[in-house]
């Protein structure tokens, strides 16, 4: 009998157990709602105070300082808060936010309102694109400004060479072009 409850001690520690984990970019959808006027000037669960000026929020399973891109999906407005509690306790509500993040996102009037949750940074920094997906879509477009100093310190102009004295140099079918215009002879 003590043999199998040692076994069993030693299964649990070497398999691990499912854990939450988020990942740069993770998204997540439900309803959102803000505190009500009790909960101010009293200590958070990360043992700050909370104030209605702020833009932090409460978050049943993200780690404190997760920041967290909240998008109200009725009006597309959306504003960056950092989880600095734990809750909301009511069933289906995923994120509590403050005063001031829920006038960002005009939802001080309804109360409640479906948004998309995304994480776009950890322990205070702000990391809106992962590491992984960086890449250039486009070529860099430089302003005219950057090129203003090399222009201005290269006046002198070159003119390029029209006349091509080896012709093995010339593409196939191409002739050199030439200052001098040959006017065709016509007969009489």
Known sequence: MQNRSWYFLLLSILIPFPS???ELGDES???ASFYSNYFYN????????????????A???????TLVEVTNLANKRSVIVR??????????????LTFAAAKKINIQRTGLVKVRLKI???ENELMLIPYQQL?????PKFSPKFYQKTRLKYKKKYKIKR?????????????????LKVKPKTKS
């Open 20 to 22: 939450f984990t988020q």
């Open 29 to 31: 959808y439900g309803i």
């Open 42 to 57: 009293r200590k958070t669960a990360n043992q700050e105070l909370l104030k209605k000026t702020e833009l932090t929020a």
């Open 59 to 65: 978050h049943r399973l993200l780690p404190f300082n």
């Open 83 to 96: 989880i600095n509690d734990r809750g909301p306790y009511k069933y289906g509500r995923i994120i509590d």
């Open 120 to 122: 776009v940074g950890f």
């Open 135 to 139: 890449e250039l879509e486009t070529n």
């Open 163 to 179: 006349v091509i004295k080896n012709k093995r140099y010339l593409k196939k079918g191409k002739k050199p072009k030439s200052k």
